[in-house]
């Protein structure tokens, strides 16, 4: 066990233990909160795997933006502080079929890699993942690029009442 | 470090978000069980940049750098639609969503 | 010297720069603000021109009962005001003074500081929808509105010295610095220090708090040492801001006798830059909410791409 | 700032703004230190009402003119012997004359109505009380007021001249020059101090327009 490793395991569990709490909770908002506690956590893993910048563009992103987007979206519909009884369907189906994922992925990659070492990568990469965006997949990155435009227009288009009004209108 | 730590928290993640993708019903908790299920995605993406030898190295991150746009691209027009339907009905519950034309043509 | 004691230094240096700066800032709004409306602000504590009236007004603060709300969420309430100072605590920690003066230098620095700003917005909503109040509720919905929509624009002005320098250290982009680049950045600089000032909810952009509507936004509900960390996460947003508009586009330590004044310049730059946010402050009033996102979506936006473009242009040119 | 009509040019409204604050800035503020120093208050200042008592008959006119009624006042009748005549005169002893400051509001009309001059405003207002009934005055209070009462300010020199000054003058000067002395007087005073001037004898000097504290 290196510090890595601890460093890995302790994050891991709060990752894994406020996901739990994400999807068990009875209290909408906590949930979202819970969320970003989870994604936190795993921008703490990707420090640790030596993916700096990954974990700032997923603070940046998800933590900054993602989560508080569906936060927004929470308080918008509806957000009673305390438990709301109607979010869940019965649990045992969800259940089974979590566990059975869950137990599957864990056993294919246990039996996959075992308790084996690697060597740590070392830190600093953003030259490097710049270089490779832009050198080898960079048609993906434009793909990507028209894709969130796409999104953008799509998302703007959806929520302005009065771009859909007149094309009801003229249907 | 023994990476199979990172491996296994990705599938436990993976795990909570079919349950939660599952048994929630509110539309908006379903998009972030979806969020769980992505990031685990991610975390093994990136872990796999450790661990497995790759012809380019750091094609994980590139690649986990790339399912982050794609989430927040479809965060942003699954909240839109939530948010349109939820002007629509009142609801964000996804049982309670009525598939039948009829009323959608009274409805919109 | 041993890594701990070096570790301790900076952690030190840090902390009290993080106390220090924003109470000197904080007296500064409170005496400038009063002769620029004709008073003289606060003159018996500490019997010198009230120089220690924050120092006061935190014993003050200390004494204030705790309230919680009945229907408030306790435990998101509580947390609320310690999400709020946090991220500034780590921006700091990346901020040069001089060269070779910083208490931890990062590749990618500027990253950094930018995702972990981005974090205030979660205090904001939290402390929102904690409180059980509707207006807190309404402040927060506009915070987060326009939290996230200057984030936009701030992120893009700092990509556009970020390209220019080629860097994103935050060091290695003073150590790019050049004075000409005061006229070729200058959209982006007023881009970044108009978006910074919406991002730290300053007055003209500071609808979510809006006193005479929201009684005081999120912040309502808070009392006593909660409200003091909020007060405080406010100053040392304005630090922050001032420092990394200092850092990204006027040159941090530049100036005469920069090797040995390199720490003077940047904390001149700081306060002069901190004197014009509150000189906004009390020059301005509030800017409407329709208003404020046009001036981001419409203004801000198209002239930081427009910046991008620009300097893009001037540096496949060189 | 330029909607309707004549355009300015963008953003001179901003930095307008910024120019008003900044000036405001280098001047010196006109903050009075009040506990420190005392405020220099304008002649007729309402703080506190005094009571002269023995100007006062007991004619009751302020305590019924006070729209709040917070006057109080007590009497009795006294026989009063004047050697030579022929019966015993009757006159009004003030027993009690309080007014209550929690109710006041300061309107002065008691002030105007009294006849004989026996009510009188004094700029002291420092009498904030921690208990609310000890800020009913009773008539050694409001007596004892009267040493902070400041002499009547000095006429407008450009004023025109009290009734009773302009009959004087009349008189003075006889018949018939009665309508040149009203005319021309305005013009006389402009020239000259009121003290100097023949017209207004009973001008007070000039100190008096400070009030006395």
Known sequence: MTVADVLLL???????GSGALVVTSTHLVRSGFYLVVSLGAIAGLYLVLGAELVAWVQVLVYVGAVVVLLLFAVMLT??????????????????VIGAGVGLGLTALFVDAFRWTRFPSPDPGTAERLGEQIFGAWVLPFEVLSILLLSALVGAIVLSRPDIGARKAEDA | MHVVIPYVVGALLFALGVYGVLRRRNAILVLMAVELMLNAVNLILVTADVSVRAVLPGTGGVFALFVIVLAAAEVGVGLAIVLQFYRMRRIVVVDEVRLDTDEERVAG | MPLWLDLLIRVAAVMAGFLVLPLVIGQAEHKVMAHMQGRVGPMYAGAFHGWAQLIADGVKFVQKEDITPRDADRTVFRLAPIVALFPYLVVILTIPLGPGLVAQSLDIGLFLVLAVLGIGVVAVLMSAWASANKYSLLGGVRGAAQLLAYELPLVLAAASVAMAAGTLSLPGIVEAWRPWWLIWQAPA????????????????????????????????????????????????????????????FLGGWHGPFEEQLGWLWTLLKIFALSFVIIWFRVSYPRLREDQLQRLCWLILVPLALAQLVLTAAVKSLL | MSENGDRIAPGKGLLDGLAVTFKTMTRRSTTQQYPDVEPDLPPRSRGVIALLEENCTVCMLCARECPDWCIYIDSHKEEVVVPGAARARQRNVLDKFDIDFSLCMYCGICIEVCPFDALHWTPEFEYAETDVLSLLHDKDRLGDWMRTVPPPPAH??????SKEEATAARKAAGPGAATAAKTARPAGVRATPPTSDPGSPSAPPASAKEPER
């Open chain 1, 10 to 16: 302790a994050l891991g569990a709060i990752a894994v």
């Open chain 1, 78 to 95: 509806r957000a009673p502080i305390g438990p709301s009884a109607d979010l869940d369907r019965p649990a045992l189906p969800a259940a």
């Open chain 3, 189 to 248: 600089a007023f881009i970044f220090f108009i978006a910074g000032l919406a991002e730290i909810r300053r007055p003209p952009f500071d609808m979510p708090i809006a006193d005479s509507e929201l009684v005081f936004g999120y912040m309502t509900e808070y009392t006593g040492l909660r409200f003091a960390f909020f007060l405080l996460a406010e100053y040392v947003g304005i630090v922050v801001i001032a420092a990394l508009t200092t850092v990204l």
């Open chain 4, 156 to 161: 407008d020199v450009l004023g025109e001249p």
